[in-house]
């Protein structure tokens, strides 16, 4: 296969991604843009394997190592897609991210040891370009942050793990930043001695703090930021992709990193804007770091008014129009099913279900999106935040379930922690009803007026049975 050839399937394979990440922008062309990334990819891995056998002088030995990885890690691959819970998404999407970090750390350190089979233009016993040395450094040690990081954010949103470093909540010591910012500007310092002097011992080195400080940038952040975790380890790993595709002067590779790290770039900052942080606020310690926040369940002597099942039913039977608030308690109680069982017996009656989705709501970027269109919920009742705020104050009924921070009225009072974040207006609908397991508070540590308010009913429960006992309730 001659070099044009191979550049041209490459070029194609990345307006695949191209239209793939378009395509994935909504719901509605969300299926095409998997096909597109899906055939995006095939024309990539076709690619590559063509160029290792050519490569490899037509020898059969490499061609079975790389049939071998791709029939390992594909089966893997299907095997996760199809066994993967709904409320499991976030985790394994960590898990991904891991994955592209290590394997981009693989790579550096192969291209390292022996960099005449795998950079361009080199014999046996050449040294590596200074620029080559200098790509190799950034995409490693990118690769090292973003796959101990991905590791320690799994732990975090699976939640079912003892080790203290997985635990929702933040970890934080004394002198914390300022010891991340020297092992930085180590690693940093150890990256260009490598870069100049192509030191083996510099360059491990280098690596073995990077992976120190994917740990450290994380453990520091809580639960609630997790969304904003996410998508800038899914940056990271784009850009890890980008800079090892410059060392082995891979233009898909660069072009596939650059979309995926900028996207994730954009996502993270479009998620602070939506909890009215800064990207740096989140990356020096989240909401569990506040001083000030409350610890969870600390105001739980408040009265509260709560209802049955039945009450709730007789509310939202005689309503015009519902709002639906779903928060990670339904994905927890995984009842986005019988939420949709609940609006198509609503919408039998004559009454207008709609559906408000927070932007951080869940524990990754889209989340409630994801388990909705699971249950085949119609696109056209599915609003975001700025589309759907509008429209509480004329709703006979919001329902909130399982949402916390997220419809908080905490964040129009100055001096909360959460002052100033975008909230969904359930407070402001004309009754309220609140679905949670207990009265704890959010991730932020904060107590949630709208509990308290004479408007609001609490229905106590497993999201799930809760719903579906309304759903039978309703005549």
Known sequence: MSINVATLLYLLASVCFIQALKGLSHPT????????????????????????????GGKAQGMVWVLLGLVVGGAYGAYRARTVEMTKMPELVAFFHSMIGLAAVFIAVAAVAE???????????????????????????????????????????????????????????PGQHKLNLVLGLVTIALGLVFTYNESWSAFFAMLALAFVMGVLIIIPIGGADMPVVVSMLNSYSGWAAAGIGFSLNNPMLIIAGSLVGSSGAILSYIMCKAMNRSFFNVILGGFGGEAGAAPAGAAVQRP????????????LSNAETVIIVPGYGLAVARAQHAVKELAA???????????AIHPVAGRMPGHMNVLLAEAEVPYD??????DINTEFAQADVAIVLGANDVVNPAALEKGSAIYGMPILEAYKAKSVIVNKRSMAAG???LDNELFYMDKTMMVFGDAKKVVEDITKAIE
């Open 29 to 56: 062309t969300s299926i095409r843009g998997n096909m597109f990334g899906m055939v995006g990819m095939a024309i990539a891995m076709g690619t590559t394997a063509a160029l290792i056998v050519e490569h490899s």
């Open 115 to 173: 960099p005449y089979a795998l950079l361009q233009g080199l014999a046996k016993g050449d040294p590596i370009p200074t620029g080559n040395r200098l790509e190799l450094f950034l995409g490693a040690a990118i690769g090292a942050i973003t796959f101990s990081g991905s590791v320690i954010a799994f732990g975090k949103l699976s939640g079912t793990y003892k080790f203290r470093l997985f635990k929702g909540a933040p970890v934080v010591f």
């Open 304 to 315: 509260v008014k709560s209802g049955s099942a039945d009450d709730a039913a007789f509310l």
């Open 345 to 355: 017996k609503l919408t039998e009656h004559g009454v207008t279900v709609k559906y």
């Open 381 to 386: 009742q599915v609003f975001e935040m700025e």
């Open 443 to 445: 991730y932020a540590g």
